[in-house]
Structures are given as structure tokens and as C-alpha cells.
Nanobody, 119 residues
Framework: VQLQESGPGLVKPSQTLSLTCTVSGGSITTNYYYWSWIRQPPGKGLEWMGGIDYSGSTYYSPSLKSRTSITRNTSSNQFTLQLNSVTPEDTAVYYC????????????WGQGTQVTVSS
């Protein structure tokens, strides 16, 4: 299974950050997996943002829920992150990853993509 993030590397404050994760070698509808977005701001640890599971149900970090939307396109085997009203504090490396249902473990990760929020 391979995951690849794509999207703009620079976003202006107050705009919407949109990233897509393209999955190959496995289907995002395969039972009992969920697909997450995780980020790492500079000098800080990993932060789980939210995810979408094999059935299409979504889950969000409480701290980001009001600004986050995760959707999927099963035809293209992709899932997408939208983060609204970004600020410089949203600057981070953004990862997509696959997790096994019922665990906090991720077995496949994308390489990560740097997103900088700046005017």
C-alpha cells in the first residue's frame, strides 16, 4: 500500500488548506481500516487531525473539528482534507496514513507534505 499527499505548499492566512491523499495498492473501502490526516508543526509532536473509515464515517479531533472536513472519492481511491480559516499556527508537515480499526497504530504513511501559512 502506498499513500501520496498532494496540494499547495503555501496558503494565505484565512484561506482554506486543501490536501489530497492518493492511495494505491489497496482500497480505501477495505473493511476495518481507517484513513487519517496527521500533522507535525515545526519543533512539535505529531497531531492527529481526523480520519475517515472504510464505511465513510468521519472522525475529527475536538480541537480542529470546527475547521476540518474530510471526504473521500472511492472511484479515484482518494481522501481529502480541508482545513478552513488557516493561521500561521497551521504551518506543518501534513501526513496521510492508514490505521487498523480499533487501534492507534498506523501501518502505512505518506511521505508528508510541507504546508506553510503565510501572506
Amino acid at each position: 500500500v502506498q499513500l501520496q499527499e498532494s496540494g499547495p505548499g503555501l496558503v494565505k492566512p484565512s484561506q482554506t488548506l486543501s490536501l489530497t491523499c492518493t492511495v494505491s495498492g489497496g482500497s480505501i473501502t477495505t473493511n476495518y481500516y481507517y484513513w487519517s490526516w496527521i500533522r507535525q508543526p515545526p519543533g512539535k509532536g505529531l497531531e492527529w487531525m481526523g480520519g475517515i473509515d472504510y464505511s465513510g464515517s468521519t472522525y475529527y479531533s475536538p480541537s480542529l473539528k470546527s475547521r476540518t472536513s474530510i471526504t473521500r472519492n472511492t472511484s479515484s481511491n482518494q481522501f481529502t482534507l480541508q482545513l478552513n480559516s488557516v493561521t500561521p499556527e497551521d504551518t506543518a508537515v501534513y501526513y496521510c496514513a492508514r490505521g487498523a480499526w480499533g487501534t492507534d497504530e498506523y501501518d502505512y504513511w505518506g511521505q508528508g507534505t510541507q504546508v506553510t501559512v503565510s501572506s
